[in-house]
């Protein structure tokens, strides 16, 4: 790996995030609150750091490999959330770093997971920083820096293959910054038609922009401590379901909609199982809480179930009704959608709608060599033959997922967390979804687990975020050698 090349990449994203802080600091300065000098001084941190970065780096250039692209793609989110993480801890309005850097790994990585006990005492500067930390991070630093930095002297191909989530992303552009900047152009009128939505709705312009953000990252921070529960409306509750549900979606069939492909977005395997799962599992939740009497009323049930079924699939994490408190069929199934996720190519986490539609041809073709020995039998996805390398990286990808989330919960039940929270609390982490189950529920929040704890789940957020190999490969020697 040329270290030197990967710090000048890094100093570039660094710079990007540093600025970013700059509307909320105009924000506080507008507020008058006490957090303008921890974003100026947060903001003079990281402009420092770019320019010590890039003079070490000694304005290295070249074609870049894979060594580099995961350095850049993994090292980018850690230096992000450690400059990211300055604003809450030198404001005071977290009590230590730990808590702090968990917070913002949080944000960057949308997961949306909170150490904060009182998020409507924050003052705005810093919920609107929280928010824009999903925002970015839902399309991923490494694509914005692409989109906004092709001046860099490196091919970022093997970044953006390390960053993109899922198995279906690729190129839509032959030129890789025309596809960044697509994908932000598709991100940002998605963002700007929420906001008015909401506005319409009957939130505040902070409001609607922060909880926009959000949501199309398929984040879930908030600004209310009772999330979404707090906006009645049932106008805001569907708008925010129906966008949760578009950013579950792969990304590059948005592409389509200006040629009017309408017949190759609908013909898409993967979006079809995804509004399958996503439909039956929420009639399915609305029917039990329903009969049970959890919930009453028709409409209450089918927009409860709906809105947490895609809040949970889609990893974004708003929260309205406790579901912790909802019958145990109901639970199990929000499990079940914290393991599936979204789909490859969008903000969303989890395992992958296309991972698992691999998984399943890869199962029905064992069987039918069992039945068939003789016959050559060529798995499809789209009317495509699906390479063996894919299946086979689907597969790695499941058994390290379940690996992974076996060894973390078991640390967690070391430190005496009860096994449904120390669970539910790595899968939801793993999988960049928020809320879990128990202690760690829709209602509940991180704040009393152990430094040491936050720490192991802040890695399993980032490890969720780049889909696993990108995070391990850093841990490996062999990343290091030329």
Known sequence: MRIRLVLRVLAYICVVVSCAMILPLALSLYDGTGDALAFGLSLSAGLAFSALALRVSGGAEGVMGIREGVGITGFSWVVASLIGAMPYWLSGE???????????????????????????????????????????????????????????????????????????????????????????????????????????????????????????????????????????????????????????????????????????????????????????????????????????????????????VVSVMTTTGFVVEDYDSWPEFTKFIMIILMFIGASGGSTGGGCKVSRFIIIGRQLNMEVQRLLHPRAVITPRMDGRPVPQSTMASAGAFFVLYMLLLGVCTLILTAYDIDIISSFTGVLTCLSNVGPGLAKLGAVENFAWLPSAVKWILSFCMLAGRLELFAVLLLFMPGAYRK
């Not at 839902?138 to 198995?167: C, D, R, T």
């Not at 398929?218 to 578009?246: C, D, E, H, R």
């Not at 939740?285 to 089918?302: D, I």
């Open 94 to 308: 977290v009590p230590g770093y730990t808590d702090a850097f968990f917070e913002t790994m949080s944000g960057f990585t949308t997961t949306g997971a909170t150490i904060l006990t009182e998020i409507e005492a924050l003052p705005r500067g810093l919920l609107l920083w929280r928010s824009l930390t999903h925002w970015m991070g839902g399309m991923g630093i490494i694509v914005l820096g692409l989109a906004v930095l092709p001046f860099l002297g490196v091919s970022g191909m093997e970044m953006y293959k390390a960053e993109v989530p899922g198995v279906t992303a690729g190129k839509v552009t032959p030129r890789l910054h025309q596809t960044a900047l697509r994908l932000w152009t598709v991100y940002v009128i998605l963002t700007l038609s929420e906001t008015i939505l909401l506005m319409a709705g009957g939130m505040t312009l902070f409001d609607a922009f922060c909880h926009s953000c959000s949501t199309i990252a398929t984040g879930g921070f908030s600004t209310k401590n009772n999330s979404l529960a707090y906006f009645t409306s049932p106008f805001i509750q569907w708008t925010v379901t129906i966008f949760m549900f578009i950013s579950g979606v792969n990304f590059s069939l948005y592409f389509l909609l200006p040629s009017g492909k309408l017949r190759e977005i609908f013909a898409d395997e993967e979006l079809r199982c995804y509004f399958g799962i996503a439909v039956t599992a929420s009639l399915a939740t609305a029917l039990c809480v329903y009969m049970a009497g959890t919930l009453s009323g028709v409409e209450y049930s089918l927009r409860q179930s709906f809105f947490h």
